[in-house]
T-cell receptor, first 114, second 115 residues
């Protein structure tokens, strides 16, 4: 059983389109995150949710909107996609906000905007 | 803001040798640190963690050392194997009581194991 699963694994789309990435965790964790990894492998946090409540909202364009229908799911919707949005997006979860025991990451969604 | 950084972007070692990957952090408020391994096409995978009340922690073939005086972390991998080839990240959690800032990752070191 995959602990943190995100879909799709690959996403190729044209500029201006709207797309969503889904994430689910079956670990019973309270906190979920979205990270963006750029072409230089740098990982930067975008959002975090704790029990469906938004905790962290880094400086991310408002074209990016996370949604957490329940604490096991955190989806990412992106409007009006731009070339610069091309990256690998990782979903992660942790037991709680403190993050002790580390974060468990999904396998990533490689988004390519053409 | 403050960040976590790595000294060497690429480290090449012979199979069977020991590897040491270094990391400098600048947020003195951080009290929890983690090393992650990321293989090609996969998400970061937890290796080992350490809290600031410790200076050393050992796992299976891995040891993390923490020097709070100079804000330095290192990951030692004993008897490296081909499967150790990956990008290694250190991460800090600048959690401070009222809310979490999320893990801040360093830039990553690419470990290459030579046969």
């Amino acid at each position: 059983d995959t602990a943190v699963s995100q879909t799709p694994k690959y996403l190729v789309t044209q500029m201006g389109n709207d797309k969503s990435i889904k994430c689910e965790q079956n670990l019973g964790h309270d906190t979920m995150y979205w990270y963006k990894q750029d072409s230089k492998k740098f990982l930067k946090i975008m959002f975090s949710y704790n029990n469906k409540e938004l905790i962290i909202n880094e400086t991310v364009p408002n074209r990016f909107s996370p949604k957490s229908p329940d604490k096991a799911h955190l989806n990412l919707h992106i409007n009006s996609l731009e070339l610069g949005d091309s990256a690998v997006y990782f979903c992660a979860s942790s037991q709680d906000l403190r993050g002790l025991g580390g974060y468990t990451f999904g396998s990533g969604t490689r988004l390519t905007v053409v | 803001g403050e960040s976590v950084g790595l000294h060497l972007p690429t480290l090449s070692v012979q199979e069977g040798d020991n590897s040491i990957i270094n990391c400098a952090y600048s947020n003195s408020a951080s009290d929890y640190f983690i090393w992650y391994k990321q293989e090609s096409g996969k998400g970061p995978q937890f290796i080992i963690d350490i809290r600031s009340n410790m200076d050393k922690r050992q796992g299976q073939r891995v040891t993390v050392l923490l020097n709070k005086t100079v804000k330095h972390l290192s990951l030692q991998i004993a008897a490296t194997q081909p499967g150790d080839s990956a990008v290694y990240f250190c991460a800090e959690n600048p959690y401070s009581g009222g809310g979490a800032d999320g893990l801040t990752f360093g830039k990553g070191t690419h470990l290459i194991i030579q046969p």
